[in-house]
């Protein structure tokens, strides 16, 4: 079967229309059996570029949008902010409309314009086959607007100061000056004081010294098309009323928890601490214990069935302000210790131990001897369900002085049961039941953070892992340097390695010298040579023995036998002498001076 296929390139709107499909052969075509279809041409619409336009507050404003082409006809409308504008908006201070002509036009009107329609809009053409935007801005001149959140009161108070500001909103900027009320020719700008603008926010600083300085400062914004005006108070800060409905809480034979209500005026400062003074049983004077505001007044230290009076006072930036009338409390009697506060994590990621951390109540006026401490296994975790499996009590005695246990020997993926309790010499504090599970982790060598003979200050094997890696650093860091020297001493010969060796081989040498030092000629024509002063050696040459003693000189006739050897003062030098260079001569005798040059010798250019 045959199938035939029409297409149309770069499509006008001209090519809209019905197309028909027949088929043919030599027989003829065929009319009855054919196929039609209408083909619709869409053409995407577009909107003309609109201006950018400024109005005046309280004018009346259109804006105009045009659209052009599109086929079948666009709809024509306006959005703000991604939001399409309804047709009529009525707001409180104006009503905005908009339509849509024959023509393509849409209109949006504003009657009248207020400082909040200053913005972007949007004008969309859209049909079936897409849609175009272009886009206007409409700015809006306004005289200055009042920022709802400037603050209205500042205290302050002599030889301090404040910076107090005001904030507007308006178009085009404005300038903003102060002046105190009463005194709008008192430009507090030139007066010296300290006043600067950052945008839209105008600050001023005031020092005040007197009672005239705390009073009302206006802050005037204006621009070309308005002014607008706005007052802060200034008042004088003091230091803070007392709290009222002091009561105690958590009573205890050597503590007790004060409760109170804020100071009814905090003098215009916050309040940032109490001041809480006490006097009772031992006491020669009040003590006085200051609390951060907001934070537990648990006062401790307290004797068992001790009466005592207790007066609290506000305290604010400006100083501290009256106490409270006093209010008395009588301590518990001596009992037994309250039960001490778990404050471990409930899971331990190790496998067979569990970290036990607590922090000691109250001990009931007598100092505690231990803790008990009691666990169990409840059972097994198995994909977060626990499978009960209990096993007996294990129980343990904690010294007194610790705040921490490690339990080993657990099982791993366990839940555990267990309890606390703190013991003195008058009975046991009821107990603080807890519960944990174990990990699969393996657990970590002992250190000061999991053992039992640790406390709530930090131990030395804490810091054992960092003193080994620095110690690591360190040893690399010689090693390193070593290689470096020795590479120095054997290519440059210098680093420390030379200095110490040089100077070891010095000492050594110098050693010989002083001992045993000895001069070298040939001996190949001189025999018989005082034996207890030359030696003949392998290379042909003989060595005349020196020691150390006064400085000598010495002759010698090279074909002379023993007796004619004669020593006299010379240096401690060594001089060598060649016979092939100066046969059978007489040697005068010669002094070397201290500058190792010679004061008379007779054959200047024999080698010394």
Known sequence: MSRGELTIKQLRKSDQGTYSCSATNEAGVSYTKSAAAYVFVYIVPAVEPMANSTVRE????????????????????????????????????????YEQTDEGIATLSFQPVTYKDRGFYNCVASNPRGQHTQSTYLMVEF?????????????????????????????????????????ENYDLTTRGYVVKQ??????????????????????????????????VQLTEAVPANPPTGISFIDNSPTAVTLNWDPPAFDGGRPVTHYLVRFKGPGFTTAVEKDFR???????????????????????????????????NHV?????????????????????????????????????????????????????????????????????????????????????YKMK????????????????????????????????????????????????????????????LLFAIDISCFAINSCGVTYFICSGFCKHNRETTEKDTEQSTYR?????????EETRC??????????????????????DARRSDWQTIDRPSQQHHYTEQQYPSRQMESFRPNGNNNLEHNPYPEMEV
């Open 58 to 97: 309280g004018q009346s404003k259109v804006l105009y949008c045009r659209s052009r082409g599109g086929d079948p006809a666009p709809r024509v409308y306006w959005t703000r902010n991604g939001i399409e504008i309804p047709r009529t908006i009525n707001n409180e201070h104006n009503t905005i409309h």
């Open 143 to 183: 005289k200055p607007i009042i920022d709802e959140n400037n603050k209205k009161v500042y205290s302050s108070w002599n030889g301090h100061t404040v910076t107090m500001s005001c904030t507007f909103v308006a178009h085009p900027q404005a300038t903003i000056r102060w002046y105190t009320e009463g005194n």
């Open 198 to 231: 950052i945008d839209s926010t105008s600050y001023l600083d005031v020092k005040p010294n007197s009672i005239a300085d705390y009073t009302k400062y206006n802050c005037v914004a204006q621009n070309s098309v308005g002014l607008t005006s706005f007052t």
């Open 293 to 327: 505001a907001g934070s537990a007044i648990i006062v401790n230290g307290l004797r068992p069935d001790g009466e005592y009076v207790f007066r609290v006072a506000s305290r604010n930036a400006v100083g501290i302000g009256e106490f409270s009338p006093r209010a």
């Open 331 to 415: 301590t518990l009697s001596k009992s037994q210790p309250f039960k001490p506060v778990i404050t471990s994590i409930a899971t331990s990621p190790y496998a067979s131990i569990y970290k036990l951390t607590w922090t000691p109540s109250s001990d009931g006026g007598s100092d505690i001897s231990n803790y008990m401490l009691h666990y169990r296994k409840e059972g097994t975790v198995v994909n977060s369900a626990v499978i009960e499996s209990t096993g007996a009590w294990q129980q343990v005695v904690i010294d007194s002085d610790h705040t921490q246990y490690m339990i080993r020997g657990l099982d791993s993926s366990s839940f």
């Open 420 to 479: 606390l309790k703190a013991v003195n010499d008058l009975g046991e504090s009821d107990w603080e039941e807890w519960t944990f599970t174990t990990g699969t982790r393996r657990a970590p060598p002992t250190d000061g953070s999991y053992d039992n003979e640790g406390s709530n200050s930090k131990q030395l094997s804490d810091i054992l892992p960092m003193a080994a890696i620095s110690g690591i650093i360190i040893a690399v860091f010689v090693l």
């Open 523 to 531: 001996c190949n024509t001189i025999p018989e040579a005082p034996e």
């Open 537 to 558: 050696l392998d290379d042909g040459t003989y060595s005349l023995a020196k020691y150390p003693g006064p400085v000598n000189t010495f002759s010698r006739h090279s």
